[in-house]
């Protein structure tokens, strides 16, 4: 079974400093990794996303991360944060479907790292 | 665009009733999955439907239930409610792919409080 690891609960940040949220997966085959932001009572929102190629991805809000096989990570980088980037940000792990059936499997999560932004 | 649209947003039911929560995709998504996420387990796996049919299951009791229109809008269904069934429940939909990863989004979600 698949499953997601952030070693991290909390971090603080100052406003301006750079970012770096770890993801550590479990998965027997190549995984499909996303990185999802989560404000206060709101849904999830999609920051980015690993399926093959490059493993340097950039998404939305300035992010980025980092596919690394070798050491099963997936780490979530911004180099510079600002105050509105405080949320809970989650990594997952998704089997997806390889046949012509397509769907898409459940995603496995991980517990969440909240992000405080100090001014 | 519309994004992934769920009703209600928030409500309050009683132990012992049953409640229904309903998830319209985005346009063109014809997969619909459904999370539950609580404080202390995190966000889990409920069920995801793809043309009407339930593909995959996570580990949850017979209370909870889902289905699929032929629209592609999905319910999911909770009966004799417990304490515990309180939680943000999460629908997320996807543009089925002949192949590879498939970009799942979320919606705002309702909030369910079982008093």
């Known amino acids: 079974a698949q ?34 932001v989560q404000s206060p009572g709101q849904g999830l929102q999609l920051l980015l996303k690993y399926f093959s190629g490059d493993t340097l991805v950039q998404g939305i809000k300035g992010f980025e991360a980092e596919f690394k096989r070798s050491q099963s990570s997936f780490n979530l980088r911004k180099p510079s944060v600002h105050w509105s980037d405080a949320a809970e940000y989650f990594c997952a792990v998704g089997a997806g479907r390889r046949d012509s059936g397509g769907g898409a499997d459940g995603l496995t999560f991980g517990k969440g790292t909240h992000l405080i932004i100090q001014p | 665009k519309a994004g992934v649209t769920q009703t209600p947003r928030y409500l309050i039911k009683t132990r012992g009733q049953q409640v229904t ?35 995959n299951k996570g580990n949850f009791p017979g209370r909870f239930s889902g289905r699929q229109f032929s629209n592609s809008r999905s319910e999911m269904n909770v009966s004799t409610l417990e304490l515990g069934d309180s939680a943000l429940y999460l629908c997320a939909s996807s543009f089925v792919a002949s192949q590879g990863g498939n970009t799942i989004y979320f919606g705002e979600g309702s909030w369910l409080t079982v008093v």
């Open chain 1, 3 to 36: 499953s997601v690891t952030q070693p991290d609960i909390h971090i603080t940040v100052s406003e301006g400093a750079s970012l770096e949220l770890r993801c550590n997966y479990s998965y027997g085959a190549t995984p499909y990794l996303f990185w999802y």
């Open chain 2, 21 to 55: 929560l309903s998830c319209s995709p985005i346009s063109g998504h014809r997969s619909v999955s459904w999370y539950q996420q609580t404080p202390g387990q995190g966000l889990q796996f409920l069920f995801e439907y793809f043309s009407e049919t339930q593909r």
